[in-house]
């Protein structure tokens, strides 16, 4: 495995930058993953020799520029498995897509009184949305809770659903906790009370195989830049059924048939829900990233990043005065904690000054910060070309900033 990745970290060359004198150490994986060289490539590639816009011209380089999105979204099909193109909507993120539901679905069918599941480990993206809605309908958000461990309350969850219960939507993985909630378990429940169900996909799309089919997700969103992939790129997976009968979100260029000042009809899916220039290069270079992590063996990935889990957690409860938030079994690769009472910022920023970059804050979770009456956290993340050697660097660096205070 060592050599495997010594090669994948080849293809990753801002792994080589230094951050002061220091080599850097990129912990900050769960905010965004680099992205190989083929992929940045690409990018400068498409740029060079295939910028045209899609969808409008018949001239052959905008033919071209839109077979390469297109392709990219026959892949993204294939890749969760889903049951066809339609069901492919680009959005510029997670959050993007998440607001597309929440705007869409939510304005069109929630009435005075409905009520929408969350859970309190939620991504600011998947809380917000909703509460917006509140000013155009009075619902109400209902909330799991969590055991200490990071457990999500299944029970809970499960007595929450009512006859005014109209939506679910909860994250996949835990961008804090690490947490993999039993989504496929989650959305059967929810469907047996006749409710559609969202999942937020943003942390689970770069660790595990997503299979929209095998879950049976009514939406599942993710983003391209946690992925491997270019920056501005999303996606919202939708059942078709429930795509149809929503309306558009957007208006604007592309999701049109036809525009009269009397009466403007829609394009058919996607492009209903895909208003304006969509990120074609983007789009087109994130089919590189897909590759790479087809490549690489999302088994492979996993059990890497496991291994690096397992290895530094070990080495962090050496460590006097430790608190990890996020001990569920089987968790993903994420370690957020605190140190005695050091202020989580005052670590970051002494492991930067060592070219550790790992994340401190709320993380987007502030009421999963609130849950745990805390502040917030430091967060180390890992990606496939992380190594035990940086780990150890980690560890070194980690104790000698506790050792200031
Ligand atoms: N949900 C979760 C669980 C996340 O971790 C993130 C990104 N931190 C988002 C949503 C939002 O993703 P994006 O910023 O790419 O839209």
Same mark, same amino acid.
């Given at each position: 495995?060592?050599?495997?990745?010594?090669?994948?970290?080849?293809?990753?060359?801002?792994?080589?930058?230094?951050?002061?004198?220091?080599?850097?150490?990129?912990?900050?994986?769960?905010?965004?993953?680099?992205?190989?060289?083929?992929?940045?490539?690409?990018?400068?590639?498409?740029?060079?020799? *295939?910028?045209?816009?899609?969808?409008?011209?018949?001239?052959?380089?905008?033919?071209?520029?839109?077979?390469?999105?297109?392709?990219?979204?026959?892949?993204? @099909?294939?890749?969760? &498995?889903?049951?066809?193109?339609?069901?492919?909507?680009?959005?510029?993120?997670? *959050? $993007?897509?998440?607001?597309?539901?929440?705007?869409?679905?939510?304005?069109?069918?929630?009435?005075?009184?409905? $009520?929408?599941?969350?859970?309190?480990?939620?991504?600011? +993206?998947?809380?917000?949305?909703?509460?917006?809605?509140?000013?155009?309908? &009075?619902?109400?958000?209902?909330?799991?809770?969590?055991?200490?461990?990071? &457990?999500?309350?299944?029970?809970?969850?499960?007595?929450?659903?009512?006859?005014?219960?109209?939506? +679910?939507?909860? @994250?996949?993985?835990? &961008?804090?906790?690490?947490?993999?909630?039993?989504?496929?378990?989650?959305?059967?429940?929810?469907?047996?009370?006749?409710?559609?169900?969202?999942?937020?996909?943003?942390?689970?799309?770069?660790?595990?195989?997503?299979?929209?089919?095998?879950?049976?997700?009514?939406?599942?969103?993710?983003?391209?830049?946690? %992925?491997?992939?270019?920056?501005?790129?999303?996606?919202?997976?939708?059942?078709?059924?429930?795509?149809?009968? %929503?309306?558009?979100?957007?208006?604007?260029?592309?999701?049109?048939?036809?525009?009269?000042?009397?009466?403007? *009809?829609?394009?058919?899916?996607?492009?209903?829900?895909?208003?304006?220039?969509?990120?074609?290069?983007?789009?087109?270079?994130?089919?590189?990233?897909?590759?790479?992590?087809?490549?690489?063996?999302?088994?492979?990935?996993?059990?890497?990043?496991?291994?690096?889990?397992?290895? @530094?957690?070990?080495?962090?409860?050496?460590?006097?005065?430790?608190?990890?938030?996020?001990?569920?079994?089987?968790? +993903?690769?994420?370690?957020?904690?605190?140190?005695?009472?050091?202020?989580?910022?005052?670590?970051?920023?002494?492991?930067?000054?060592?070219?550790?970059?790992?994340?401190?804050?709320?993380?987007?979770?502030?009421?999963?910060?609130?849950?745990?009456?805390?502040?917030?956290?430091?967060?180390?993340?890992? +990606?496939?070309?992380?190594?035990?050697?940086?780990?150890?660097?980690?560890?070194?660096?980690?104790?000698?900033?506790?050792?200031?205070?």
């Amino acid at each position: 495995m060592t050599t495997d990745i010594k090669k994948i970290r080849e293809e990753f060359p801002i792994l080589n930058s230094r951050i002061g004198d220091r080599p850097l150490v990129y912990f900050d994986n769960t905010a965004t993953s680099q992205t190989p060289q083929e992929v940045v490539e690409s990018i400068a590639h498409l740029y060079e020799h *295939t910028k045209a816009n899609v969808h409008r011209g018949v001239h052959t380089l905008s033919q071209e520029a839109t077979d390469l999105q297109e392709h990219t979204r026959r892949r993204v @099909c294939e890749y969760i &498995n889903a049951s066809g193109i339609e069901e492919i909507i680009f959005t510029r993120g997670t *959050t $993007e897509a998440i607001n597309l539901v929440a705007a869409s679905y939510g304005g069109a069918f929630f009435r005075d009184g409905d $009520e929408v599941i969350l859970t309190v480990m939620e991504h600011h +993206a998947n809380i917000v949305p909703w509460q917006l809605l509140q000013a155009r309908h &009075n619902i109400r958000l209902r909330v799991v809770d969590i055991d200490d461990e990071g &457990n999500l309350d299944i029970e809970q969850y499960k007595s929450l659903f009512n006859e005014r219960t109209v939506f +679910a939507s909860f @994250c996949h993985i835990s &961008n804090v906790l690490g947490t993999v909630n039993p989504v496929k378990e989650m959305i059967a429940f929810a469907h047996s009370k006749g409710v559609p169900v969202l999942v937020d996909g943003a942390q689970a799309s770069p660790h595990l195989k997503i299979d929209v089919r095998d879950l049976d997700a009514d939406f599942y969103a993710f983003s391209s830049h946690k %992925m491997y992939g270019p920056t501005g790129v999303g996606v919202l997976y939708g059942r078709r059924e429930l795509l149809e009968k %929503m309306p558009p979100w957007q208006g604007g260029g592309e999701m049109i048939k036809h525009v009269s000042f009397e009466k403007t *009809t829609f394009a058919d899916l996607p492009f209903k829900f895909e208003a304006g220039t969509p990120d074609f290069i983007d789009i087109a270079a994130f089919a590189k990233a897909l590759d790479f992590i087809e490549k690489t063996g999302l088994d492979n990935i996993r059990a890497h990043e496991e291994d690096l889990l397992e290895y @530094c957690t070990a080495e962090m409860m050496k460590i006097p005065g430790m608190r990890i938030f996020g001990t569920a079994p089987g968790k +993903a690769a994420v370690i957020s904690f605190l140190v005695g009472d050091i202020h989580p910022y005052d670590l970051g920023l002494l492991l930067d000054k060592m070219g550790i970059a790992v994340r401190t804050g709320h993380h987007c979770a502030q009421p999963l910060m609130d849950r745990f009456g805390i502040p917030g956290t430091v967060r180390a993340s890992f +990606a496939v070309y992380n190594t035990r050697e940086e780990v150890d660097t980690f560890i070194t660096a980690l104790k000698r900033v506790i050792s200031m205070f």
